[in-house]
């Protein structure tokens, strides 16, 4: 679960807030007038898990040299 915190109450403790995501490897949502707008998430250096996401995500792929389309992956479904 993401912490969520005022743009105004992140300016002045933004070095506390980064320490605490970087020790505790939650993430983090900046809000304006209490709309999300900035995720503070902590690096991983694991471009692999990434890709593991989009693994099987395209039910079909007919045409290899176009473009998919947003219809084409399943995990936007």
């Given at each position: 679960?993401?912490?969520i915190i005022s743009k105004s109450a992140f300016k002045p403790q933004a070095l506390k807030y980064f320490?605490?995501?970087e020790e505790q490897g939650q993430e983090l949502i900046i809000?304006?007038?209490a709309k999300p707008v900035i995720k503070i998430i902590p690096f991983r250096h694991e471009p692999h898990v990434i890709l593991k996401e989009l693994r099987n995500s395209v039910?079909?792929?007919k045409d290899p040299l176009e473009p998919a389309g947003q219809d084409d992956w399943e995990i936007l479904k």
């Open positions: 679960m993401a912490n320490r605490e995501i809000t304006d007038h039910l079909s792929y």
